[in-house]
Nanobody, 119 residues
């Protein structure tokens, strides 16, 4: 069982920045990819960004590309999401998730952290 703990949410003004962190209890085949998702009120959960440990590659949703940066610290089993130029529409609960290589579903999820962007 992989444990994921997110931190760093809160309230920020539009145009501001915020950093989220997701600490995993292990870095194994079960955490090949670590990703961020978000769910805004009344909307479905959506993909934000993903980081792959084996080669350091990453990918972003179109809505955040150029504003958000995902990175990983292997020594801490932690993935970060640096969010810049935040917009009110970025307001959501942000979740961290992991999946094994080759799997379509994310197997483990964190509890989520609220990000609120005031206009």
């Amino acid at each position: 069982q992989v444990q994921l703990v997110e931190s760093g949410g809160g309230l920020v003004q539009a145009g501001g920045s915020m950093s989220l962190a997701c600490a995993a209890s292990e870095r194994t085949f079960r955490t090949y990819e670590m990703a961020w998702f978000r769910q805004a009120p009344g909307k479905e959960r959506e993909f934000v960004a993903v980081f792959r440990w084996n080669d350091g590659t990453f990918a972003y949703a179109d809505s955040v590309r150029g504003r958000f940066t995902i990175s990983g610290d292997g020594a801490k089993n932690t993935v970060y999401l640096q969010m810049n130029s935040l917009k009110p529409e970025d307001r959501a609960v942000y979740y961290c998730a992991t999946r094994q290589r080759g799997r379509s579903n994310y197997d483990y999820w964190g509890q989520g952290t609220q990000v609120t962007v005031s206009s």
